[in-house]
């Protein structure tokens, strides 16, 4: 499974990268910026992407808007967009919901709930 991780974290980046190199997710693109996010996206194909919401450069709920667009326009593959954030309140998820995220994954996450999505998604491909 390709998987595109949207995270300027350092450290957050590497704890998903270590859990999903721990259960065999060793395909990891990590982009920092949402714009390299996008330009990246229009280079490969992704299975998933995990999309952080408070990124330096564009909003990730902006950045999930524009790769949901360009899904549906079938410019890029179509991937399952998951929210990462520590906005975990109902209205950020529903937001998150309406702009085209399929799931949401709180901050700090825990290796179950990263594992449970890796699998759920994993499963559904």
């Not at 709920?61 to 593959?77: D, F, N, T």
């Not at 085209?100 to 994954?105: M, S, T, Y």
Request: with cysteine.
């Amino acid at each position: 499974m390709r998987i595109l991780l949207i995270e300027d974290n350092q450290m957050n980046a590497e704890i998903f990268m270590r859990i999903c190199d721990a259960k065999g997710y060793s395909t990891i693109t990590h982009c920092i910026l949402g714009r390299d996010a996008l330009e990246q996206a229009h280079k490969e194909a992704f299975d998933l992407i995990f999309v952080d919401f408070d990124l330096p450069d564009i909003n990730g709920l902006q950045v999930g808007l524009s790769l949901a667009w360009e899904m549906q326009r079938g410019k890029i593959g179509t991937s399952p967009l998951i929210a990462l954030t520590a906005q975990s309140d109902k209205a950020s998820q529903e937001e998150a919901q309406r702009l085209g995220f399929h799931a949401f994954l709180g901050k700090p996450f825990t290796e179950a709930d990263v594992s449970y999505l890796l699998e759920y998604f994993g499963a559904r491909r």
